[in-house]
């Protein structure tokens, strides 16, 4: 290999990594407080909820599908989570015991959508475009009619408490205590570490990650992107498998709208419609062809945190989000144009 | 002893359409079959209802002196019957164990109780296979889609050599490969039979079929016209073969 064609691999493979760390020596040069514990803790809380999201995505694309219905299906778990936590709460629950049960039948729920576009897909042979988009909508209708256009607001207070809390919570020179701040301590004396929504959102990026990587689903769900008809032949149940990954996908984007419930104490329809590219855009930064067959779960999550620093440090230096779009659309360009002009670079070797 | 693999008066039809007619074959064990046919004689279906895609609508087939019913690819396949498809097969975006294992992945426990993929297990085992099989490939860790198609055909032959096949249906082994390749397959083919693998060959080009085969099967519209040994025939009668000597008669001199 040349010289010049092993810089060009370096690049080509480690443009994304390059990009991340561009953005945090501007982000930190120019927005005040961008590196304090705290700006880095707000980063990665925004985080939680595009990062599930684009774990899901990654499944479903390196199969060769996509999901358009992750956003959604994200919003109608809000909702749904939402609605129930406040209803049971009516009904005479506690807030423990109520949160606790509408979590859990939502996540029941939440298979659904997964279900629905799993066998429209791998039964039926609808093209996932078609089937996800299709079942966007009707999660995204099921929302609006619940909440009759409006935020689904009556949660228990207790939502907010576990979605804006902290694992430690340091009290310098005093003491420390887990979960709940100590009694009658708050303010600036106060240093909170790892948000409670992080650190549940990295426990299932891992799992996610280490499925994909280390198992023997993960290694299926990269022939069945390869080449479908490979997998077949060498006996696995491609149909069977290809329900579960749509199923994990709904399953990742309820967990999103839960996490998003208990974060903003509110149930969206529209909680993620921005995500639907954000999720997409995210997995193609990290190196996953939408042709299928590759990607991985951490190069999604780097693609989300370039997503992430890249809002969070525009709206520190008093940008208009809206330029957020553009910007993201450029980056999605730039990355499939990589994908497209050097894939012998990115995926010599796996 | 008898054939390895026997099918006897197969008849598959697809609606009105007779698609193989009455026939049948024998394979014996380090024997090669060239099977022959113009497009559309009926080859393929055969292989295919051999191979478990489709099931046929009369007949039997024998394997190993046994009459056996083959209703799936994976019925095929855990019998030792083994096809190597003319576009392979492989996942090209997987590397060359995680292709030989695939379906079969060799796990490993970590943790105790966390199934993992044994990676080192499955590199050094499709090591061992392409050494017996005398074929190189650059990089075990090379994907599929950076090998060359002769290369790509190596490992389909080794991964099916590897899960014990002891019947190998090749559909165009040797197309689209460059001379030299066409050449490295051929030798390989040589090697299987040594090993002591019945195998079928499908293929157009018939100077590798006559360097290959021992004897020939000639299909027609569905129906086995004639059955030669290689040695003793030569291009020129199978061709008459293949296309029908009624043809040939009208077309002569």
Known sequence: ?350 | MGYLLEVKNITKRFGGLVAVNNVSLGVNTGEVVGLLGDNGAGKSTLIKVISGVYPADEGSILFQGKEVHISSPMDALAMGIETIYQDLALAENLNTPSNIFLGREKMKKVLGFLSVLDHEYMQQESRKILEKLDILIPSLRNRIRALSGGQRQAVAISRSIYWDAKFLIMDEPTAALGVAEQKKVIDTINRLKSHGIGIVVISHQMHDVFQVADRLVIMRRGEKVAERVTRETNADEVVSLIVGAETVAQRGP
């Not at chain 1, 193609?284 to 693609?303: E, K, N, Q």
């Open chain 1, 1 to 350: 290999m040349t010289r010049r064609a092993g810089f060009t691999s370096f690049i080509g493979q480690r443009w994304a990594v390059l990009f991340l760390v561009l953005e945090l020596l501007l982000f930190s040069s120019t927005a005040g407080g961008f590196f304090a514990l705290n700006g880095v803790q707000i980063v990665l809380f925004y985080s939680t909820t595009l990062a599930l999201l684009a774990t899901a995505e990654t499944f479903v694309i390196v199969t060769g599908g996509i999901d358009l219905s992750v956003g959604f299906v994200m919003g109608f778990a809000s909702v749904v989570s939402a609605k129930l936590s406040g209803g049971l709460v009516d009904a005479g629950l506690t807030p423990a015991t109520a949160l606790v049960l509408a979590i859990l039948i939502t996540l029941a729920i939440g298979l659904l959508p997964g279900l629905v576009n799993g066998l429209l897909v791998a039964r039926l042979k609808v093209p996932p475009f078609l089937a996800t988009f299709a079942v966007q909508g009707i999660t995204y209708g099921i929302s609006l009619l619940l909440t009759q256009g409006s935020a689904a607001v009556d949660v228990p207070n207790l939502a907010n408490v576990i979605g804006n809390g902290y694992i430690i919570y340091l009290v310098p020179g005093k003491g420390i205590s887990f979960f709940a701040p100590p009694p009658g301590q708050s303010g600036a004396l106060l240093v909170d570490v790892l948000p409670t929504m992080v650190v549940v959102t990295v426990l299932f990026v891992a799992m996610a990650a280490f499925i994909l990587k280390r198992t023997r689903f993960g290694q299926h769900t990269y022939a069945i992107g390869g080449n479908i008809d490979a997998a077949v032949r060498a006996g696995i149940n491609t149909n069977r498998h290809l329900v579960m990954i749509y199923v994990i996908s709904s399953f990742l984007a309820t967990l999103s709208g839960i996490i998003y419930m208990l974060e903003y104490v509110t149930g969206k329809s529209d909680a993620g419609s921005s995500f639907m590219l954000d999720s997409v855009v995210a997995v193609v930064i990290g190196g996953a062809s939408l042709f299928g067959g590759t990607g991985t779960v951490w190069r999604s999550i780097l693609g989300v945190m370039i997503l992430s620093v890249l809002e969070m440090g525009l709206k520190m230096l008093g940008v208009q989000t809206f330029d957020k779009y553009i910007a993201v659309g450029v980056i999605l360009i730039f990355a499939v144009l990589i994908d497209q002009f050097f894939p012998e670079l990115i995926h010599k070797e796996d």
